[in-house]
């Protein structure tokens, strides 16, 4: 996976951190996704951090 795509995903009230690919030509704007967290045990949002 190239380095330059890489993002990191991040849930603000728990702390935890996924990293995933984008396709900056095509996504502009901050990426945000519904992941699974481990600590609260259930889908919430991450949004998109500095590296």
Do not use: C, D
């Not at 984008?22 to 901050?30: L, T």
């Not at 990426?31 to 951090?49: D, G, N, Q, T, W």
């Amino acid at each position: 996976m190239s380095q330059t795509r890489l993002v990191k995903v991040a849930n603000k009230k728990t702390g935890e951190v996924y990293h995933t690919s984008k396709n900056k030509k095509k996504v502009e704007r901050k990426l945000k996704l519904m992941k699974y967290s481990k600590k609260l045990r259930k889908h919430v949002e991450f949004a998109e951090i500095k590296k």
